[in-house]
């Protein structure tokens, strides 16, 4: 009898032991489910949610450095010029770039010797090599030269003519 409590005690304390070998397994299960649906969790909000907070920062800068990179444009009155060909004329409108907005105001002071120096130029060309659009380009690169030399600083960055007109 002694023998048969024995079994008896030692098949109740193995069957204790499974429910809790079995209760850790679960308990185990469920944390790490728990982590893997959290980790999951905050991957999709970094990955969705504040990408969007980030972009529109991002956005928002990118707006920032368009606004100051807006070119300042100095414009000039027309030119009414004899070309170096006795009877033609031209009648250009040009705007030149300038490097930074704090130029201006010596742009300004200088427009006499900047204009000066565009009509020399230009009296100077004939009709057929400013006809082309080689021959502007190349004018624009010419009066760009003169006009920073007028200033005596390299102050302007391009030319746009916004009226060309020969006769």
């Not at 400013?130 to 600083?153: C, H, S, W």
Request: charged share 30%.
């Amino acid at each position: 009898m002694a023998d048969e409590e024995k079994d008896q005690q030692q098949e109740e304390s193995s069957e204790e032991a499974k429910p809790k070998k079995g209760k850790s397994k679960l308990l185990i299960i469920i944390i790490v489910a728990v982590v893997l649906v959290g980790g999951g969790g905050f991957f999709a909000y970094t990955k969705f949610l504040a990408k969007p907070k980030q972009a529109e920062a991002d956005q928002q800068q990118q707006q920032q450095k368009v606004k100051e990179e807006q070119p300042v444009l100095f414009a000039l009155d027309p030119f009414v010029v004899n070309l170096s060909e006795r009877g033609r004329f031209l009648k250009c409108t040009m705007q030149l770039e300038l490097i930074d907005k704090s130029f201006e105001d010596l742009a300004k002071e200088k427009t006499p010797p900047i204009r000066d120096a565009i009509i020399t130029l230009i009296s100077s060309k004939t009709a057929d090599s400013i006809t082309t659009p080689e021959g502007k380009f190349q004018l624009k690169d010419e009066i760009l030269m003169r006009a920073n030399a007028a200033v005596g600083k390299d102050i302007f960055k391009n030319v746009y003519f916004t009226e060309f007109v020969m006769q």
